[in-house]
């Protein structure tokens, strides 16, 4: 099959570049002439593991192609849009200009037949207004217009579109199905699940998943803060709830609030779109409260972590991005982290793998440095925001000997409370009690000698 894809970002580029590997033939179009030169050079402008190879196999074998302007889509079997959706400014619900411009300029350049499919995460009656752009500047078309949402997480990109646990097909129109239906088909033969269902259906299946996702990480973020007022330990909560196969034990892992360039968007967009439509999303709308105000009150375990003053102190934080394994700072949880750290009069040195490009613009003030190890040196403390690899078995006797204080503050339970109470640091975790508890707990108790009263005893005994 011949397919264009609009837009070479993420999803685009993963989409493209995997539809390629499956054995069509994929144009991604890029407005952005810098990425689309960078790419026909086999430059890679995002971070994903494993697409550079995938990228250049594909160029190589003749099924990958780059352009910026839309020439030849008229051939195209089908038209992808995979442009971005992002929060509006001023009323946060989902930015659709991108869309329609992009919906605008290949208007002109399509068959009469040409099948158009959203890919982009858009509110629900979007395929509506799209159709609608095109049967006024083409009257008399057949075109169709289809969704068909991504569920791909980004650091697992390549995986997650081969693989998918359902591909959902928004459409009532049967050649419109039939063209899906064969290009997705070498994932069919794999059994991932085809899920037909009308345009709006699937429109608000995207942001329903979404927003579920995110009422899970923030149930456990609560969960985890009841655990450190009970002393109880959120890992086994949560690893005693994920077992139970109705509940499932993915997502469920605490930390400083969900962040990325999905789900903050997504559950604000679908609340705009509920009361637009007079419905309201009481769950969706406390999700996504409690997670703003989340991100900053992180700072709070740092200051308890420093006995109650950061004012003049250096934090060293470890890892930008929302997550490992990508250099996305849209959303990041560190922003405002660090945004509330610098408020309380804390100087920051940060280091991440590969996004600190990205982070720059967003966060000026902090010192980039070139390892975990530089970050630390002469930190009061350390906070660990994002879990990357390297940094889940740092050296830590390295670690302590470069920091002024051994202050470890984990926001993703990345070590045990027993290890780094073994290595001498002070250790603050999500929902788990900290080191100083575990000592309380590990510790044997004293037998008391025979006969010895209780201090109870011996008050009860004094009335
Ligand atoms: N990033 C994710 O993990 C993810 C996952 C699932 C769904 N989505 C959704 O997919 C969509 C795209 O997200 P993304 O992260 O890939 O965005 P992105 O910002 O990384 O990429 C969008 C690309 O579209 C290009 N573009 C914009 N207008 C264009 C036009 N008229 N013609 C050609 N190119 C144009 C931009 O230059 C940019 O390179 C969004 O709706 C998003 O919500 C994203």
């Known amino acids: 099959m011949r397919v264009t894809m609009i837009g070479a970002g993420y999803v685009g580029l993963v989409s493209g570049a995997c539809l390629a590997e499956f054995g069509h033939h994929v144009t991604c179009i890029d407005k952005d002439a810098d990425r689309t030169a960078a790419l026909s050079r086999g430059e890679i402008p995002i971070f994903e593991p494993g697409l550079a190879e995938l990228v250049a196999a594909n160029v190589r074998q003749g099924r990958l192609r780059f352009a910026v302007k839309p020439t030849g889509i008229g051939e195209a079997d089908a038209v992808f849009i995979a442009v971005g959706t992002p929060s509006r400014r001023g009323d946060g619900h989902a930015d659709l200009s991108f869309v329609y411009d992009a919906v605008r300029e290949i208007a002109p350049l399509l068959s009469r037949t040409a099948v ?181 009150a992180m700072a709070r375990k740092v200051v308890a972590a420093l006995d109650g003053s950061i004012r003049g102190k250096t934090i060293a934080v470890l890892g930008l991005t929302f997550k490992p394994n990508t250099d996305d700072m849209r959303d990041a949880p560190s922003i405002p982290l660090i945004v509330a750290l610098h408020d309380l009069g804390a100087m920051v040195r940060s280091y991440d793998p590969v996004g600190m490009a990205q982070a720059k613009p967003h966060l000026p003030d902090v010192t980039y440095c070139s390892s975990a190890y530089e970050a630390a040196e002469g930190a009061d403390a350390a906070v660990i925001v994002t879990e990357w690899e390297q940094f889940r078995a740092l050296d830590l006797d390295r670690l302590r000997c470069l920091m002024a204080r051994p202050i470890i503050v984990d926001l ?15 250790y603050l ?10 000592a309380e707990r590990a510790m044997p108790r004293r037998r008391k000698p025979a006969g010895t009263k209780s201090k109870t005893a011996e008050r009860a005994d004094a009335l």
Request: one cysteine or more; aromatic letters at 6%.
């Open 116 to 296: 158009v499919v959203t890919k982009s995460t858009v509110p629900v009656g979007t395929g509506d207004e799209i159709e609608r752009i095109l049967r006024e500047k083409r009257p008399g078309t057949e075109m169709q217009v289809v969704s068909n949402p991504e569920f791909l997480r980004e650091g697992a990109a390549i995986h997650d579109f081969k693989h998918p646990d359902r591909i959902v097909v928004g459409t009532e129109d049967a050649r419109a199905r039939d063209v899906l239906a064969e290009i997705y088909r070498p994932l069919y033969l794999n059994a991932a699940p085809m899920l037909y269902v009308s345009r709006r259906t699937a429109e608000l299946i995207k942001y329903a998943a979404n927003a579920f996702l995110a009422t899970k990480i923030t149930f456990i973020n609560e969960i985890a803060d009841l655990c450190e007022s009970v002393g109880a330990d959120v890992q086994d909560v949560a690893r005693g709830m994920g077992l139970d196969n109705r509940i499932g034990a993915k997502f469920l892992h605490p930390g400083p609030g969900f962040g990325g360039s999905c789900l903050p968007k997504d559950t604000t967009a679908l609340l705009k779109t509920a009361f637009d439509h007079g419905a309201q999303l009481r769950i969706v709308e406390t999700v996504a409260a409690v997670n703003e105000q989340r991100k900053r």
């Open 412 to 426: 993703r339970n990345v070590y045990r409370a027993d290890e780094m109470q073994r290595a001498n640091f002070r």
């Open 429 to 438: 975790a999500v929902g788990r009690p900290d080191a100083e508890r575990y």
